[in-house]
Every structure is written in structure tokens, then in C-alpha cells.
């Protein structure tokens, strides 16, 4: 079935991504380019230039560049769209794209929203106007990922005890992958508990949003697995060292690191499988844990799905699932105390800090 395909949120092409933008968008329309089912007709956003720009690129027809979203949804009636603008707006015009009753489906950037609330009532709302509302946990497609899933459930460490990870910059931008692999490698099953603290000297801003400098955190799901985690943007030996591994999981009979940091010049595999007597034995992947095509295989999987009637595995709900843990750790900085779930907070705790004055960090390059 062809779709027509509009993106929110072009921005500039970076020369040297970072902080303020990594051009997302432009990824997103190379993934569905090479998909024959779509086609990209439109693209809305604030800064006109960035839109044209964007547009020329790929080939969008001049009069199907917009300023405002809603014009664009409203003019083109798109089937997907893709939204590529930073996570404080995300809610807002994912909201106003569910209820235009246009979109059959929404993938939008990752962290979910910049509010527990917000990220909610997104998840809410897709359901209620039966949208297919997915969020860009492109990693999950990682073929070291994929692999070590397969060995986790061939029984190849036995029972799943233990979910480790280590961020290097947060656990909500980056941590919303990592808590979104460590809900993948367990079934995606609820959390039941969160025991979380925060370090945040330093003004961590990442696409407009508050990320603490380091944290740690402990939680346990309803099946009993508990999740250890730590992370760390300061580059100062934190905590988020003492793991030295982007995914660690511990069963009953072994253990299974997928992308593990090596010991100087060391080359380490992106998966290696330790079992009970033995030493480590790397297993052999496509690839690792970072790669555009990703997005590409993420893009295909919801373009399958919504053309199957499935319901994706980047689908709100377990997105919401890795966004409760994020806030729940957050939170439990803010009570200093364990917070049990279901969560029920709307706001974003390290920000409420922030504007309550118990948090006051120093600009960023401070001594």
C-alpha cells in the first residue's frame, strides 16, 4: 500500500552534530526514500530556509513547504509524518497531528516528551484515535542487539537475574535508549520500583532539555529482574565506569555484554557471551550499536506494521515504559526515597528542581 510521507521539524544539516541538532530529519527521509510504499510530498518548519533547504535535498515540491505544521496537515493530508523537532515539543504537535484525524501514523524522535504528563497523554491519545504513534529507538535494530536477544532466550545464560547500562551523557536522552534495550531484553515487562540519585553540577543541556551530569539507579521489574545503571557526561571517572558497558545482562548461568569497553588500545567485539567456567567467547554481528541504517530497518518495521495491522514494537506503549523509569529515578531524587509504580507525577522532577532552586548548576564550562 503507498503512503504519502511529510516531516516536522527539518532543521539545518549540521556540518558537525551535537547538541543543538544532528539532523535527524534528514535521516528519517533517507529511510523511507528506500522504502518503495513511501513517498515524501511535504515538510513544515519555523525557519523557512531550513525547510527549502531540506525540501531541494529531497526532491519536495515547493509548494508543499510549510512554516506551520498544521497548515501543512491540513493542505497535504499526509499518511506518515515524522517528527524531528527538539523533545519539548514533542507532545504538542504530536497531539495536534493524532487529533487533525489525517495521520494514520506518527514516528517521532526519542526522548518521548519533557513531561511524564506529556508523554502520557501522547500514548493516550494515539490509542484513542487508533494512530500508530512510534518513537525512534532505532538500536533495538542493531544486530548485536537482535543477537543477543536470540541468546538470552536460546537459554544461553540461563534465567535473566540482572539489566545493567551505562549512559554517557544522561539517562534521558541517551538513557532513553538504554532503558528502552534493557524493556526489550526483558519481555517489556513494568517496572515495579525505582531508587534513583543525581549529580547536576553543570548545565547539561541537550536539544533544549535538562540532563543531570551523573546518576545511578537501581530498579526492579514485576518478574522479579532487577535493572542497575549508571551515567555519567562529566568524563571524570563516574559512576557510570564502574559498568564499562553499554548493556550488560546477568542470568542464572552466564552473562552477555553487548557493546563491553575494552582496556586501552584492547579491540573488543560488540558482543561477547561469558558462560558459568568459562571464559569470554565473542560472538560475530553485522554490525554494532551505532549506525544510520538503523533508522532505515526502524522506518521499514512500522511501515510494515501499519500495512499489517501489527502493533510495532517502537509503539507508545513500551515507549512509555522506558520513559516511566527515566522520570521514576528522577523523582526519587526529588522525594530522596524509592518510588513505587505505576508513576503518577505529570511534570519532569529534574526540571520542577531546577525551578524550585534545589538544583542550581553552574553554566555550562565553568570551572
Known sequence: MPYTVAVVGTGAEPDDPGRDGYAMAYHHAAGYENHRECTLVA????????????????????????????????????????????????AEIALGCIRSGVVDAIHCEKPMADTYGGAKLMTQEASRHDVQLT???????????????????????????????????????????????????????????VLGQIDYSEENVLFGTHNENQAIVHWKY???????????????????????CHNRLIGADGVIEVGPEGDGDEEVPALRI?????????????????????IDRAIAENVRCLSEGETPELGAENALNATELIFAAWESARRRGRVDLPLEIEDNPLQAMLDAGDLAPAPAGED
Not at 55 to 81: G, K, T
Not at 277 to 293: I, K, M, Q, R
Open 222 to 244: 514485576e518478574n522479579g529482574v532487577h535493572g542497575v545503571a549508571a551515567s555519567d557526561s562529566t568524563g571524570a571517572g563516574g559512576p557510570a565506569g564502574a559498568f564499562a
Open 43 to 90: 515538510c513544515a518548519d519555523i525557519v523557512r530556509e531550513n525547510a527549502e533547504a531540506f525540501a531541494d535535498e529531497f526532491d519536495v515540491d515547493e509548494e508543499n513547504v510549510f512554516v506551520a505544521y498544521e497548515e501543512m496537515l491540513e493542505a497535504i493530508e499526509p499518511d506518515i509524518v515524522s517528527i524531528c523537532v527538539p523533545p519539548s515539543i514533542h
Open 135 to 193: 518513537f525512534n529507538h532505532q538500536r533495538r535494530f542493531s544486530d548485536a542487539v537482535r543477537t543477543a536477544k536470540d541468546l538470552l532466550d536460546a537459554g544461553e545464560i540461563g534465567d535473566l537475574r540482572r539489566v545493567e547500562f551505562s549512559a554517557p551523557v544522561g539517562i534521558f536522552d541517551y538513557g532513553s535508549h538504554s532503558f528502552d534495550l534493557c524493556n526489550y531484553f526483558n519481555d517489556e515487562t513494568s517496572g515495579e520500583w
Open 274 to 294: 561469558r558462560r558459568d567456567g568459562e571464559g569470554w567467547t565473542p560472538v560475530e554481528t553485522e554490525d554494532g550499536l551505532h549506525g544510520w541504517e538503523f
